[in-house]
């Protein structure tokens, strides 16, 4: 039985709405609801609204408890406030302790007369974010405020996110130092070898910074020749255009990120350099930072990029030494050398065989592994395959066409270096495929050529250290993938450093999770959003309760060695003053 209300349009236009008393009944054919109306009270603005309010009383007489007309429609009911997520920005929480970020961002702060709790609390929940829903500093703000239950975090704007980065940056190295302390001390971490690599984002903005382009002109082009800029901190992360944009994007001004990573897949560190760094510098000036760390005897591992003769001798300063690869179509003496060597090769670790070539006498002598992966070769031989039938068809009848498009089209085609390899002009101007080429590229399929310096380590040893590589190449993709390092629409040197710095401590803390518990970061972030804070409100006063913890994030916290968050977060009586 309830109260209706309808409604008829007059001639004038006008509304007329009529109160009934009624209730459903089922049709005998259709089996449809179909109103029957009980009583007709009337229009409804003139109806007895004093009536009502008595048939109202009359009737809660009859229910229990007994109250007054108007007071029974909220007497003893359960309101919900609001409901957060609660699992996820817990767990990073605990973690964020646990690895000793907290301390090191109140222990910085207090030297530098800050409010050490609010600024960590707030850096805290920017890198939360980076992890759990990536989006701008001013979306932070809301998330924080509407979205997302972090213990002692304050209510902030955009402006206080922005000045507790600023402090990020200037207290950095301290910082990072801390934080590696802490970390390698507690997981135990692998810290004789560390693998260096490097990639570049690009910034969302319509040009680079044209001042520091017309100031550091010269100071490029010393940079280029000796890797070593002066005027300015290496790592400066000035917004610069270049031609070799690892993100296919030369149109965009970036700033090129290097990472050093464990055996483990922990970043110890990132750093920002210039978008037209040169390698050299790169390599610099990670050895020099964490060569100040005292660490132990320490192998580093990088890949082609960074493979020369000024940063091989730099990696080997304070009895450090390397593993680097060799471009194996550089083409150069060595390389030619230890591919015309003879020798077998060794089976290791699953399918990886090595064979190990020394070139030159004494203390000149230089150490290489090759190294030989049959399913590799297969794939190479596929691929090749592939580029060989594209090629023939797009030449094909180009022997008739006129030489300004067959020039056209080599143009086209030498965009993509694994097809202009395979392809020669005849002396006539024609074009064919290189068959001498054909064979150069079947003697390297499924090979890599590995130097190292390293005397105490086997060669099966440097192989398989060269194969973790692959750890830092699965941090560059947890950094441009689940932790959004762009779009970026910083426009400050400083701002762009702390964004990346935001970007690695999240990535600190989601590998540290990922490793403990055997699961992808995606994995146990679904799980844990399904655990929400709820903010109950009765007429006795305001509780806030966390909902059940699931079989799967009590998995989770137990592979973490974490308690269960508390079930009730806080508490306020009806009429109690504070």
């Known amino acids: 039985m309830y109260l209706r209300e309808t409604k008829r349009r007059n001639r004038d236009g006008s509304t007329v709405s009529y109160l009934q008393l009624a209730h459903n009944e089922r049709h005998p054919v259709s089996g449809s609801p179909v109103a029957r109306i009980i009583h007709n009270f009337g229009r409804a603005d003139q109806i007895d609204r004093a009536a009502l309010r008595r048939l109202v009383a009359s009737i809660s007489r009859f229910l229990e408890p007994a109250a007054e007309p108007g007071e029974g429609a909220s007497a003893g009911e359960v309101e919900i406030l609001e409901a957060r997520r609660y699992g996820g920005a ?107 690599d490097t990639s570049s984002t690009y910034f969302c903005c319509a040009a680079a910074d044209a001042q520091v382009e017309l100031e550091h002109a010269v100071e490029d082009a010393e940079t280029e020749a000796t890797g070593q800029t002066e005027g300015g901190p290496p790592e400066a992360a000035r917004r610069r255009f270049s031609k070799h944009s690892k993100d296919h994007r030369p149109d965009a001004p970036q700033v090129v990120i290097g990472m050093a990573v464990t055996a483990e897949g922990i970043p110890v560190r990132c750093w920002t350099f210039p978008g037209n760094a040169s390698d050299q510098a790169i390599i610099r000036t990670i050895h020099d930072d964490l060569a100040g760390w005292k660490l132990h005897r320490v ?148 090979k890599w050529l590995l130097r190292s310096s390293d005397e105490s380590l086997s060669a099966a040893d440097l192989a398989l250290a060269y194969k973790q590589l692959q750890q830092i190449e699965r941090g560059w993709r947890d950094m441009k993938g689940a932790l959004k390092l762009r779009p970026v629409f910083h426009y400050r040197e400083d701002r762009i450093r702390s964004h990346i710095q935001l970007c690695w401590l999240a990535l600190l803390l989601i590998r540290v999770v990922e490793n403990d518990t ?34 799967g994030q009590r998995q989770i916290l137990s592979a973490l060695d974490l308690p269960e968050p508390p079930s009730f977060a806080d508490f306020e009586v009806a009429g109690a003053t504070s």
């Not at 980065?165 to 001390?185: Q, Y």
């Not at 101007?429 to 590229?441: F, H, M, N, Q, T």
């Not at 799980?527 to 804070?533: A, G, I, S």
């Open 90 to 196: 817990f767990l990073l929480d605990r973690l964020f302790e646990r690895l000793g970020i907290g301390d090191a961002l109140r222990s910085a702060a207090a030297g530098r007369r800050l409010d050490g709790e609010a600024v960590e609390r707030i850096l805290f929940a920017l890198v939360a974010q980076r992890a759990l829903e990536p989006g701008s500093k001013l979306a932070a703000t809301r998330w924080t405020c509407e979205r997302v239950a972090i213990e002692g975090c304050p209510r902030f704007d955009e402006d206080a996110a922005y000045r507790a980065m600023d402090f990020l940056t200037a207290a950095l190295p301290e910082i990072a130092e801390a934080v590696f302390a802490r970390t390698a001390s507690l997981l135990n971490l692998a810290c004789d070898v560390i693998f260096v």
């Open 299 to 446: 192998l580093w591992v990088a890949d082609a990029g960074f493979d020369s003769l000024a940063n091989r001798g730099y990696l080997q300063r304070g009895g450090g030494h390397y593993v680097t690869a060799e471009k194996l179509r550089s083409r150069s003496a060595a390389v030619q050398s230890v591919l015309a060597r003879a020798g077998r090769y060794r089976q290791v670790a699953g399918n990886l065989a090595v064979k190990e070539v020394r070139l030159g006498e004494g203390t000149r002598a230089e150490r290489f592994v090759l190294c030989f992966n049959p399913e590799a070769a297969e794939r190479d031989r596929a691929v090749r395959a592939n580029l060989l039938a594209y090629l023939s068809e797009r030449i094909a009848g180009s022997d008739g066409w006129p030489q300004r498009r067959r020039d056209e089209l080599v143009g086209e085609l030498r965009a993509t270096p694994a097809l202009a390899r395979l392809l020669r002009r005849t002396k006539g101007g024609l074009l064919r495929i290189d068959r001498a080429a054909v064979a150069a590229e079947e003697r390297l399929d499924g």
């Open 518 to 551: 055997n699961m992808s970061w995606r994995a146990v972030r679904e799980e844990l959003d399904r655990m929400h804070l709820v903010t109950l409100a009765t007429e006795h006063g305001r509780v806030a309760k966390r909902s059940l913890t699931t079989p």
